[in-house]
């Protein structure tokens, strides 16, 4: 089950949605998927079409920088991070 | 008890200020959306809902809705996106127009979506392809610094497959048939720079049109105010008078085809009030003469700017006028813009304002 930890921005969005959670998923974008069937619309906070991480989100996977087709491993730590924008 | 609610859109979230129908005392409420930037707020009368038009640098863009005046908010942009255009990509959610439970969503790069779910989902209307112009704006290499985008779109009350948008930088269009086709609605306009088209090329900031004369519109422009008597086919300047002949918000009276409302400011960098002198310009022969209307407004070092969505009227037997600024406060005048009070003061920078009146 790899960690799971994100921005503090999320949860308001979405009612029930804690800031970690353990998730079986194979790969970032798998979390991605897992996370928007339980939240819908998760995705689109997280991803642009394409599909694509957003530019000011940034993935990282066991603190290496991450994209969406990475591999996790069993116990991965996946951080999603609201890069320093806006004012 | 009829409610006078205002919906005040920011860089840091909607609020709403409510008041009675006397309008002197003001409650304020928020910040809602979770702070997010909000371009544009509006109230459809017919659902009683509110819905606000939002871009979160990190969470992209969508729009939020309330359908209790702001107690409960959700948000949405399924379908708010563009899938298969290549690499034509929605920036930001700019505007936004509703009657009677639909929902269009003007969009950069220019396009509307619209949503007849109450703002759940949303499909592509139109990205108004082939009209002259077209190839500019959907050029990516103008987007961004470009930011065109489609600036504002007005429904007409009576039928439902009408309505107009503006098209940034470009100009003002006109569809009678639910976008399937387009008029370009420029004829008159000035431009103070070349063109490529003979139709388009005309900056229009605002488009307002008069409730009791559907043939009469006013439009500030980037170069001039103008007015039109035949419902956007023609356009005749009636800048004289004014102190400068730029700006963006404007508003008509409800009741009377010949007064209309505007905010100059200094066509610079600055793009705030001429002089630090806050003022709002009313006309009340269709532009023929104008009047600087500042009594309780701030006259001196008052260097505040208003964008294109900061002024709204409401439809009291007194109109009630609202703006607010690019500094945070929200001024009212309860007697048609004879006298204003400052009615919130330390709000995020302000980019729209919308009024409804709510039973």
């Given at each position: 089950?790899a960690?799971?930890y994100?921005p503090?921005?999320?949860p308001?969005?979405?009612?029930?949605l804690?800031?970690?959670?353990?998730?079986?998923?194979?790969?970032?974008d798998?979390?991605?998927?897992q996370?928007?069937?339980?939240w819908?619309?998760l995705?689109?906070?997280?991803?642009?079409?394409?599909?694509?991480?957003r530019p000011?989100?940034h993935?990282?996977?066991?603190?290496?920088?991450?994209?969406?087709?990475t591999?996790?491993?069993a116990?991965?730590?996946v951080?999603?991070?609201?890069?320093?924008?806006?004012? | 008890?009829?409610?006078?609610?205002?919906l005040v859109?920011?860089?840091?979230?909607?609020f709403l200020?409510?008041?009675?129908?006397?309008?002197?005392?003001?409650?304020?409420?928020?910040?809602?959306?979770?702070?997010?930037?909000v371009?544009?707020?509006v109230?459809?009368?017919?659902?009683?809902?509110?819905?606000?038009?939002a871009?979160?640098?990190?969470?992209?863009?969508?729009v939020?809705r309330?359908?209790?005046?702001?107690?409960?908010?959700?948000h949405?942009?399924?379908?708010l996106?563009?899938?298969?255009?290549?690499?034509?990509?929605?920036?930001?959610?700019?505007?936004?127009?509703?009657?009677?439970?639909?929902?269009?969503?003007?969009v950069e790069?220019p396009g509307?979506?619209?949503?007849?779910d109450?703002g759940?989902?949303f499909?592509?209307?139109?990205?108004?392809?082939?009209?002259?112009?077209?190839e500019?704006?959907?050029?990516?290499?103008?987007?961004?610094?470009?930011?065109?985008?489609?600036?504002?779109?007005?429904?007409?009350?009576e039928?439902?497959?009408?309505?107009w948008?503006?098209?940034?930088?470009v100009?003002?269009?006109?569809?009678?048939d639910?976008?399937?086709?387009?008029?370009?609605?420029n004829?008159?306009?000035?431009?103070?720079?070349?063109?490529?088209?003979?139709?388009?090329?005309?900056?229009?900031?605002?488009?307002?049109?008069?409730?009791?004369?559907?043939?009469?519109?006013?439009?500030?422009?980037?170069?001039?105010?103008?007015?039109?008597?035949d419902?956007?086919?023609?356009?005749t300047?009636?800048?004289?008078?004014?102190?400068?002949?730029?700006?963006?918000?404007?508003a008509?009276?409800p009741?009377?085809?010949?007064?209309?409302?505007?905010?100059?400011?200094?066509?610079?960098h600055?793009r705030?009030?001429?002089?630090?002198?806050?003022?709002?310009?009313?006309?009340?022969?269709?532009?023929?003469?104008?009047?600087?209307?500042?009594?309780?407004?701030?006259?001196?070092?008052?260097?505040?700017?208003?964008?294109r969505?900061?002024m709204?009227?409401?439809t009291h037997?007194?109109?009630?006028?609202?703006?607010?600024?690019?500094?945070?406060?929200?001024?009212a005048s309860?007697?048609?813009?004879?006298?204003?009070?400052?009615?919130?003061?330390?709000?995020?920078?302000?980019?729209s304002v919308?009024?409804?009146i709510?039973?």
């Open positions: 089950m960690e799971v994100l503090s921005t999320l308001p969005l979405f009612p029930g804690p800031r970690r959670l353990e998730l079986d998923a194979s790969t970032v798998d979390v991605v998927a996370l928007d069937a339980s819908p619309g995705r689109d906070r997280l991803c642009e079409p394409g599909p694509a991480i000011h989100i993935f990282y996977v066991d603190k290496e920088r991450a994209a969406l087709d591999p996790l491993e116990r991965s730590r951080d999603v991070i609201a890069a320093i924008s806006g004012g | 008890m009829v409610r006078t609610v205002v859109g920011t860089r840091k979230g909607c200020l409510e008041s009675d129908e006397a309008r002197r005392e003001w409650e304020l409420r928020g910040p809602f959306c979770e702070g997010w930037p371009y544009h707020a109230h459809d009368a017919g659902t009683g809902s509110i819905y606000a038009a871009a979160s640098e990190w969470h992209g863009s969508a939020w309330s359908p209790d005046l702001g107690q409960t908010w959700e949405s942009s399924e379908g996106a563009y899938e298969s255009e290549g690499e034509k990509k929605m920036s930001k959610v700019s505007n936004l127009a509703v009657k009677n439970g639909r929902l269009l969503a003007g790069m509307i979506f619209e949503s007849k109450g759940q989902s499909s592509l209307l139109t990205t108004l392809a082939g009209q002259p112009g077209s500019g704006w959907d050029d990516p290499a103008n987007q961004p610094p470009g930011h065109l985008g489609i600036s504002a779109i007005m429904f007409d009350p039928q439902d497959e009408r309505f948008a503006i098209v940034q930088g100009g003002l269009f006109e569809t009678q639910d976008a399937k086709s387009w008029t370009p609605r004829k008159g306009l000035r431009a103070d720079w070349p063109r490529e088209h003979e139709d388009v090329g005309f900056c229009v900031h605002k488009l307002t049109r008069s409730s009791v004369d559907g043939d009469r519109m006013y439009q500030q422009n980037h170069v001039g105010m103008h007015r039109s008597d419902c956007g086919h023609t356009w300047e009636i800048t004289e008078g004014l102190p400068t002949e730029f700006g963006f918000a404007a008509t009276h009741h009377d085809r010949e007064t209309f409302y505007v905010i100059p400011l200094d066509p610079g600055g705030t009030m001429p002089d630090g002198h806050a003022s709002v310009w009313r006309t009340r022969d269709a532009g023929e003469s104008w009047q600087r209307l500042d009594k309780g407004l701030p006259t001196e070092d008052a260097w505040v700017g208003v964008l969505e900061g709204a009227i409401d037997e007194a109109p009630g006028l609202y703006f607010g600024t690019s500094t945070g406060q929200v001024f309860a007697d048609e813009g004879d006298s204003w009070s400052e009615i919130a003061s330390y709000l995020p920078a302000i980019s919308e009024v409804a709510v039973d």
